[in-house]
């Protein structure tokens, strides 16, 4: 069976303009030799290991979900009762920022020990954002529950709404900078992913030359022999 047509450069034309193919053929290898290289600086080779875990089992990702979906849900029943105007939704914010913070703290605590016994987290600026951005969602989580505790219908705004906005827009930023950390760069992943030997790691994208990426491309433009 002949092969299919193949997508050939413009610059294998003759009529094709020699500056133009030069330029173009230029561009393209140095798009392409970035890129690739993007892709392998930004894919972990081996995972971190997690000081703070349970039978291997990272403590803080465990745990982090509940405080996430108590003050989401916090800002929605905020929603629910400026709409119906219903004090039982009102009381629903209070005791979800309460749930919340509770279990923010204690998804903080592993968290915290993760972040400074490892070397390889503790070295970055980005896990020391994600630190302290958490810590800040929790503190603005602490001073709306404060305002609540008098009145909890009457403190939805101008206070408690706004409030729980900011933490939810904060959860947002710290919870790609978490996934970030642990997709991208392999914090708190198992040691033996990635590790010598293993067949993940051969996966992992090499960074290639600028000849490479040439070579390539030259043979890209070569009629191929048809198979036999």
């Known amino acids: 069976m002949p092969p299919g047509p193949r997508v050939r450069s413009p610059c294998l034309k003759r009529s094709a303009p020699t500056e133009r193919c030069s330029s173009s053929w230029s561009f393209y290898r140095d798009w392409q030799f970035t890129r690739r290289s993007v892709i392998a600086h930004h894919t972990h080779t081996s995972g971190t290991g997690s000081t703070a875990a349970l039978h291997g089992h990272p403590l803080h990702p465990m745990l982090v979900g509940f405080p996430i979906a108590l003050f989401i849900g916090a800002f929605v029943t905020d929603l629910a009762y400026l709409a119906a105007g219903d004090a039982f939704w009102a009381r629903a914010s209070f005791w979800l920022l309460v749930g919340g913070l509770a279990m923010g703290l204690g998804a903080a605590l592993p968290g915290a020990i993760d972040l400074l016994t490892i070397k390889h987290a503790r070295s970055w600026r980005l896990a020391w954002m994600h630190g302290l951005l958490n810590i800040g969602v929790l503190l603005l989580a602490l001073a709306n529950m404060v305002l609540r505790w008098e009145d909890m219908a009457g403190a939805v705004l101008p206070y408690g709404l706004p409030l729980s906005a900011v933490s939810v827009a904060l959860l947002a930023v710290t919870g790609w900078l978490g996934g970030e950390m642990v997709f991208q760069h392999g914090v ?12 993940l790691h ?6 290639p030359s600028r000849n490479d990426a040439g070579h390539h491309h030259e043979q890209d433009g070569r009629k191929q022999p048809p198979e036999r």
């Open 188 to 199: 708190g992943v198992s040691r033996s992913v990635g590790a010598s030997g293993n067949k």
């Open 202 to 207: 051969e996966h992992a994208p090499a960074v």
